[in-house]
């Protein structure tokens, strides 16, 4: 991207960051002036099913994302590592987000009766930004990131199209179950790419911290990192398929690190 590209992209979140800060102080204006939206969305969203909908949603969850993406520890070791390196500007923005603006979630200003809740009824002052919206984009945007440096990239209009629906469908999904207001995504989506570059470009500038993914003797921190995720994913998630599809991902990841591994390292991701 061209740098005068770069800066206007910059300049345009920033507005929206700005606009919906100044928009978010107000806390009843926030919340009044989206009711009749939240509901049309919510209404139109939650025929699908609250199957379909649950499954989505914990895609947002990082106990649930982390296991499903595993495999790149493999095919693309720097996007993986690009994951835990958007781990703290991630957090840092998540959490002070909510605690600056403390917006009421959906169910704390509106009759619970009136619009379809899928999962526990969430009611506490969190609602600004979206967290799960944070993560989804963050994924997104740090894998879109690298891909785009690399100069034999084949269809990145398509790679950038697929990733931004994929993650625009994960964060409705917290409408549709009735967790958050509409703008709260916009700023999820918005700190997650911030978060998601942070983390690709940590790996680009520097290498030291990441590489010893790269290293099959290290592998064994690889299988303690995945257990630990899984583990705690199949107590929060089991009766959900998408953490069965998670699991069986993990299981063929894990089997694979600790299998006998060739001499020679992983391929470094250019």
Known sequence: MKPVLKISFLIILLAIVVTLGFYGTNVKYYTTNQIALFLEINSLLSREGIRFWSNVTALGDALVLFPLLSFLIFKNTRAWAAFFGAIPLSTVLSHSGKAFF???????????????????????????????????????????????????????????????????????????????????????????????????????????????????????????VLLALTTAMIVEYSQLLIAWLSLIVVTLVTIKLVLPEPKEDYELSP
């Open 102 to 224: 403390s917006i009421p979630r959906p169910a704390a200003i509106i009759d619970t009766e009136k619009f379809t809740v899928i999962g526990g009824v969430l009611k506490g002052a969190t609602s600004l930004p979206s967290g799960h919206t944070i993560t989804i984009f963050t994924m997104a945007s740090a894998i879109l990131y690298i891909v785009l440096r690399k100069k034999k990239t084949r269809h990145p209009v398509i790679w950038c199209i697929a990733l931004v629906i994929f993650a625009s469908i994960v964060a409705l999904s917290r409408v549709a179950v009735g967790a958050h207001w509409p703008f709260d995504l916009l700023l999820g989506a918005i700190f997650g790419f911030l978060g998601g570059f942070s983390g690709a470009a940590l790996t680009f500038k520097y290498t030291r911290w990441w590489h010893w993914m790269t290293v099959p003797k290290y592998r064994y921190i690889h299988v303690i």
